[in-house]
C-alpha cells in the first residue's frame, strides 16, 4: 500500500465498525492468513488516537443505528472476500 504513515491498520472488527460508524474513511479491506485486515485514512491522527483510546476505555459514544450499520457491512464485505 503506498503512503502507509497515512493509514492505519487493524484486525479488530468492532474496532474497525466503530472507526467507520464515526465517518473515518475505510480504504481497504485485505485477508492476512485467517483474519481479515481493515484499512483507514489518517487524516486527523488527534481524532483517531482519541477514538481508539475511548474506544478500549469503553467511553466512546456512538449511535446504535450508525454502529449496527457499520457492522453489518464490515461484515458484509469479510465475507465478500472469502469467495
Known sequence: M???SKIFSTKDFYLASLLRAK???L???????KLTA???EK???GELEKLITNFYNNTEVVLASKL?????NLK????NLLK
Open 2 to 4: 503506498e503512503n502507509e
Open 23 to 25: 465517518d473515518i474513511k
Open 27 to 33: 480504504i481497504e479491506v485485505t485477508k492476512e492468513g
Open 38 to 40: 481493515f484499512h483507514f
Open 43 to 45: 487524516k486527523n491522527e
Open 68 to 72: 449496527v450499520d457499520s457492522i453489518r
Open 76 to 79: 458484509a464485505l469479510t465475507y
